[in-house]
Structures are given as structure tokens and as C-alpha cells.
Nanobody, 128 residues
Framework: QVQLVESGGGLVQAGGSLRLSCAANGLTFNNWNMGWFRQTPGKEREFVAH????????YYADSVKGRFTISRDNAKSMLYLQMNRLKPEDTAVYYC?????????????????????WGQGTQVTVSS
């Protein structure tokens, strides 16, 4: 049974930093691309960042480029999202997800329907 568990969310002031983690179990981690998405009430889940199974081919949404860094540790089956210079508009529930290797290029990496497994999410709240 595949299980993705996010952690590291919380309340932070604008300009601050958080590091999200996603622990993966029940799958061969380095067979899967990984992504981060986020969602606010009443809105669709939106793409944040993607990292290919091998650790290269990294993509970001324009809204987080230069502030967020996605990384992975295949030996530990862990995915990370370092979030710096946080803004109130970054407030959302953040989800990690897996996609098959073939979906590591445009436009698939930002398409949430190409992600097979999802975590339960972790809340990030940025106060102004």
C-alpha cells in the first residue's frame, strides 16, 4: 500500500521560511517523479514544483520560482520543499504526489491528473 505523509507545515510570518517533508512508503521511490501541489478553499489544486525520478529536470510554478526549492533523497525515500521569502498568498494546504517516469516533461509535470498517489496534505499559513 502506497503511503505519502507530509510534514513541516505551520504558521509563519511573511518573509519567513518553512521546510516541508514528504515520506514515501510502499513504493520504489526512485521509480517515480515527485511533485508538490497546493490548494486553498474554493480553488483547484495547483502545481508548485516537480522533480524527476533521477533528481534532475526540476520545474517550478512561476509564482514560487526563486523562492522555493524542491529536492529528494532517494536513499531515504524522502521529498522536500524548502520555502523561503514566504508570502501570504502562499497560504494553502500543500500536497506531495507521485507521477510515472514518462510524465517528467512538459506539459505533464504540471498536470495533476498525471499524479497517481497523493498525501493527505499539510497546512501552511503565512501571516502578513
Amino acid at each position: 500500500q502506497v503511503q505519502l505523509v507530509e510534514s513541516g507545515g505551520g504558521l509563519v510570518q511573511a518573509g519567513g521560511s518553512l521546510r516541508l517533508s514528504c515520506a514515501a512508503n510502499g513504493l520504489t521511490f526512485n521509480n517515480w517523479n515527485m511533485g508538490w501541489f497546493r490548494q486553498t478553499p474554493g480553488k483547484e489544486r495547483e502545481f508548485v514544483a516537480h522533480i524527476r525520478w533521477s533528481g534532475d529536470n526540476i520545474y517550478y510554478a512561476d509564482s514560487v520560482k526563486g523562492r522555493f526549492t524542491i529536492s529528494r533523497d532517494n536513499a531515504k525515500s524522502m521529498l522536500y520543499l524548502q520555502m523561503n521569502r514566504l508570502k501570504p498568498e502562499d497560504t494553502a494546504v500543500y500536497y506531495c504526489a507521485t507521477s510515472a517516469r514518462i510524465y517528467s516533461s512538459s506539459p505533464y509535470y504540471r498536470d495533476r491528473t498525471k499524479y497517481a498517489f497523493w498525501g493527505q496534505g499539510t497546512q501552511v499559513t503565512v501571516s502578513s
